[in-house]
């Protein structure tokens, strides 16, 4: 007995049942498609000393969890958590507000536990500190 799916699509997803009738047996399994992007991070506005960071997810399928993280893997709440369903597909995106130190690195983690798929996305600012370039800049004349 087998059983070939091919150009799978989402409609897809459900149960299937073989059937071999002159040995009465049957067996069933579960077919879960789903659909994954990498996630994209963007800088999106810098106040002081502080940055927003936004995370973008484009056609995930089922609906996917997103995350944020430092570089130590301490979680950062989001200010700004949102899913919108698109077509047959999600979009989702986050924002967070963090301190802009020369070298911090976040991390963009989106997940799907039912299709076990992750992705993730990194942000490092850059080696030159943003506290230099406003020192800087203030006293001159």
Not at 78 to 86: A, K
Request: with cysteine.
């Amino acid at each position: 007995m087998s059983l070939k799916l091919s150009d799978l699509k989402l409609s897809d997803n459900g149960t299937y049942i073989c059937k071999l009738v002159s040995k009465e047996l049957e067996t069933s399994i579960q077919v879960i498609v789903g659909a994954v992007s990498k996630p994209v991070i963007s800088h999106e506005k810098t106040e002081e000393t502080e940055a927003v960071l936004r995370c973008d997810a484009k056609d995930w399928y089922p609906k996917p969890e997103i995350e944020w993280s430092d570089k130590e893997g301490n979680i950062i709440p989001p200010f700004d958590n949102n899913t919108e369903p698109e077509a047959e597909h999600f979009f989702v995106y986050s924002r967070i507000t963090v301190k802009m130190m020369a070298n911090n690195t976040y991390t963009c983690t989106v997940r799907q536990q039912d299709i076990g798929q992750s992705r993730e996305a990194h942000y490092t600012f850059p080696c030159k500190s943003p506290l230099v370039y406003f020192m800087t800049r203030t006293f001159k004349t």
